[in-house]
């Protein structure tokens, strides 16, 4: 197998059947560090948009919670509104999810697009909460994208001040518990006080990784210095005049913020306002503790479910050498022999089968609705993972058979659309090299049409694996 069509399915999102495959693969892959845009196709809606149809949710539900409580509105209006709320932005959501696909499907850039895809995983936050769906995918073209060639300490503070964030881990509306708004609720007789999700998340997933030391004391300094940040147009109640900043914007408020100095891994923060949670997380960016934890995990991504430690110690040292780095962190990926390795190969997850296999046939476009449809019923529904966690990146949680039942039914209605001037028995060795199997060879030249040929070829075991 030639290293470019294997570089173009482990590093990449899948070689092009309507492309040649020619030109050294490390040169291929190098370049694109300095060919990415951050811009994807169309026009799909902005922060302020989607920012304005959660604002005009949450305005809704204050409404209808002030009736209720005179006695004017209905007892239970909330599921009725958290319905249609969905289906107002459900719009926005088909918009951004046909741009990030048609961005899979024709970029020249498949390494950096799939780094995008990791790190949108790896902060992700999920479009099963009313109040983030659509954020989820703008997070994505906002936080992500722009900063997947900057320094881990950037990228970490965009995705933790993104409204999709601060929303989905209900950071929006903690205050510190001596916060000049906190003891003003308490004289009216209302507890409103400290959230530590998001803090927790931070340290467990985004940065130092389980058991790396930290203790329960580090989550909630951490959740205290984070108060007072919040999304602005989209607070309720007396809160949202100190406001000033754009619907959708990132806004920090004093009178939220947990007052004095903190205590963070053994390291004192000042009472500095937005500034003290700042400090915070550029020194979690670059701890020891962080470096491995992302070293593992995209060592996982790029070589085997089992992460070689040669490998994750590489990729750990080009982190902490290059400060968090993330270019020099992608070169030591791509120099990593253990990436290179053919006899393990890496079982594709929904979205990236599905990509490969679109791609394979040569598609440039697939309308939002009809991905989100296919990804729903192959268990991946985009920007919807179960937790904070993500998406798992191991075979067993993709690999079950009735996961494969549903992958040979998709593989069948992209046959049907895409079956008209594609050869199967010619694609297949194209798209996979030596990789593709007698097997699978001889079950596509026996297929009773083409597009059944065309149907067992995308869902063959070498096209399931990168």
Request: net charge neutral; proline share 6%; no cysteine.
């Amino acid at each position: 197998m030639s290293e470019l069509l294997h570089a173009m399915g482990r590093f990449g999102l899948g070689p092009r059947g309507d492309e040649e495959a020619n030109g050294d693969a490390r040169e291929w892959l190098a370049a694109q560090l300095d060919w990415f845009e951050p811009t994807v196709p169309g026009t799909p809606p902005t922060r302020r948009q989607v920012a304005d149809k959660i604002a005009s949710f949450y305005a809704t539900l204050e409404r209808l919670r002030r009736e209720r409580e005179s006695g004017t509105g209905m007892d239970d209006p909330e599921q009725v509104v958290r319905r249609q709320a969905r289906q107002n932005m459900l719009t926005d959501g088909m918009a951004l999810i046909e741009s990030r696909t048609a961005s899979a499907l024709t970029t020249q850039t498949p390494f950096i697009e799939r780094m995008v895809h990791f790190w949108s995983n790896h902060f992700a936050t999920s479009a099963r909460k009313v109040g983030v769906f659509g954020m989820a995918g703008v997070m994505e073209f906002d936080a992500i994208r722009p900063n997947v060639l900057g320094r881990f300490e950037d990228l970490l503070l965009a995705a933790e001040q993104h409204p999709a964030m601060l929303i989905y881990l209900d950071q929006s509306f903690s205050l510190g518990p001596n916060s000049r708004f906190a003891r003003f609720a308490r004289r009216r007789g209302q507890e409103r006080g400290l959230n530590e999700n998001l803090a927790r998340e931070i340290l467990e997933l985004h940065t130092l990784g389980v058991r790396s030391g930290y203790s329960q004391d580090d989550v909630t300094e951490l959740a205290r210095a984070l108060t007072g940040w919040t999304v602005a147009g989209l607070l309720r109640g007396p809160l949202q005049r100190f406001s000033q900043d754009e619907p959708g914007d990132f806004t920090f408020i004093a009178g939220m913020h947990e007052p004095g100095t903190r205590t963070l891994l053994g390291n004192g923060y000042a009472s500095d306002g937005r500034e003290q949670g700042e400090a915070m997380l550029k020194m979690l960016a670059r701890h020891p503790a962080t470096a491995r934890h992302i070293a593992t995990k995209l060592a996982r991504h790029f070589a085997a479910d089992d992460p070689p430690a040669s490998m994750v110690a590489r990729l750990e040292r080009a982190f902490l050498d290059s400060n968090g780095h993330l270019p020099t962190v992608y070169r030591a990926i791509i120099d990593s022999p253990e990436a290179w390795n053919t006899e393990t190969p890496k079982f594709r997850d929904p979205w990236d089968w599905t990509i490969a296999s679109l791609r394979a046939v040569g598609a440039r476009e697939i309308e939002g609705r009809v991905m989100f449809g296919a990804l729903n019923e192959l268990a991946q529904p985009v920007w919807q993972p179960p937790s904070p966690a993500g998406w798992d990146d191991k075979a067993a949680a993709w690999a079950a058979p009735d996961a494969l039942v549903r992958r040979v039914e998709v593989a069948q209605r992209v046959a049907d659309l895409a079956a008209r001037g594609v050869d199967a028995r010619q694609l297949a060795p194209a798209i996979l090299g030596e990789r593709l199997s007698e097997n699978s060879a001889q079950a596509i030249r026996r297929a009773e049409s083409p597009a059944t040929g065309l149907a067992l070829f995308l869902a063959s075991p070498e096209m399931l694996r990168r």
